[in-house]
């Protein structure tokens, strides 16, 4: 085929560059324009290569997609080192999408299944709206979400469980003797914001402690944005004694403005964390977090798929992945440990048969 069309002749026919036509023609990520242009240049030039052509007949890529809202978050990091091993033992290669959580993103990767450029996808959105349930109702490639979907959509989906993994760190301050617990948020629009929010009001009435809309303050998912969050709610209201963060950066960031603040942790300020991250145990003090088992939920994704696309027909399935409470020093002081104070009720107090283990492995 000297004579016939080549990439170069389908990027000049495209108006787009050589590198964009390889990436199209390769099944890599790229823009919906950019595809829709380059297939229809390469389909008026006559142009098929080999492999596209048995991909076209085999109707597999051998390549999965995982998008999530943050590539730099370690709670997905957790997942992708589980997620990568499982699909690359099977002969699948792993494309990774960061969305940066932008619904329209989202939609455009699921939009994008259609173009057959992955033979899966793995997806963990933090908002779940209508037009992704249509997208995923009408998906022709299996698609297994990690995160809350309404019930009744019919997808794989592996959850965590968020609601009780709050009241586990609640139930822990209050055995501490902490009264003042405040609340530190993401987007309430989110489903992790919504259900973390949620559950921190529960667990508060349940243990016969008022709501204050004064302890709750909303920010972002981010280390940065946590720290502006803390900062204003201990200007309006100094006397908090705790911290339910909704995942470890707001932690972190809630540490950084205590320490700046001269405030102790946690002999003037307990703070627990969410995620139980690999940042958790190297902060300092190291951090009292909610394990919401990330590794394991990529794990549990990444097989449902694969059951998927080795021909499993069946109806979708629903794995839930239950939560444990890591006590560290920033609610135990740096004593904590199997043969220290662990900070927790006495049996039949608040926390009874609620499942600790302290950083070192050991039940508490």
């Known amino acids: ?18 590198a964009s036509v390889s990436r199209v ?13 380059v297939m229809a240049a390469a389909d008026e030039l006559g142009y098929v ?35 990568q091993p499982v699909l690359k033992a099977a002969g699948y290669r792993l494309v990774l999408h960061s969305t940066d959580a932008v619904v329209a993103d989202e939609i455009d990767v699921l939009h994008s ?14 908002r779940v709206t209508e037009a992704h349930l249509e997208m995923l109702a009408a998906a022709r490639t299996p698609v297994v979400i990690i995160g809350q979907v309404p019930e ?7 959850r965590a469980d968020s ?52 302890l709750v303050q909303i920010g972002d998912f981010y280390r940065a944005e946590g720290g502006r969050a803390v900062a204003e709610l201990l200007a309006r209201v100094p006397d908090v004694d705790a911290l339910m963060c909704a995942n470890d950066l707001i932690a972190l960031g809630a540490l950084d403005v205590l ?61 839930t992945v239950p939560p444990e409470l890591v006590i560290r020093a920033s609610t135990a002081g740096e004593q904590s440990g199997p043969a220290g104070p662990s900070g927790l009720s006495k049996p039949g107090g608040p926390g009874a048969g609620c499942e600790h283990r302290t950083d070192e492995g050991g039940k508490a």
Do not use: C
């Not at 085929?1 to 050589?18: F, K, L």
């Not at 299944?113 to 933090?126: A, C, K, N, Q, T």
């Not at 590794?295 to 021909?311: D, F, I, M, S």
């Open 1 to 18: 085929m000297a004579d016939g069309p080549t990439i170069n002749t389908i990027a000049e026919r495209a108006g787009v560059s050589i």
């Open 25 to 37: 023609l390769n099944g890599l990520p790229t823009r919906q324009e950019t595809v829709r242009k």
């Open 49 to 83: 290569r080999n492999a596209v052509a048995r991909s076209l007949k085999s109707r597999r890529t051998h390549q999965v997609a995982f998008a999530m809202a943050d590539v730099g978050n370690p709670a997905y990091l957790a997942m992708l080192r589980q997620i």
């Open 113 to 126: 299944l259609g173009e057959r450029y992955v033979d899966g996808l793995i997806m963990s959105p933090l």
């Open 152 to 158: 009744g959509t019919r997808v794989d989906n592996v």
């Open 163 to 214: 609601r009780t993994g709050v009241r586990l760190a609640i139930d822990h301050l209050y055995a501490l003797g902490r009264r003042r617990i405040a609340m530190v948020n993401g987007p309430l629009d989110t489903v992790p914001g919504a259900a973390r929010g949620a559950a921190y009001r529960e667990a508060l009435l349940d243990l016969g402690l008022p709501y204050d809309e004064n």
């Open 259 to 319: 320490r700046a603040a001269g405030r102790r942790v946690p002999e003037d300020v307990a703070v627990v964390g969410m995620d139980d991250t690999d940042l958790a145990a190297a902060s300092w003090p190291s951090l009292t977090s909610v394990s919401l088992g990330s590794a394991e939920r990529g794990k549990a994704a990444a097989e449902l798929l694969l059951e998927r696309l080795q021909g499993g027909d069946r109806e979708p399935r629903l794995v």
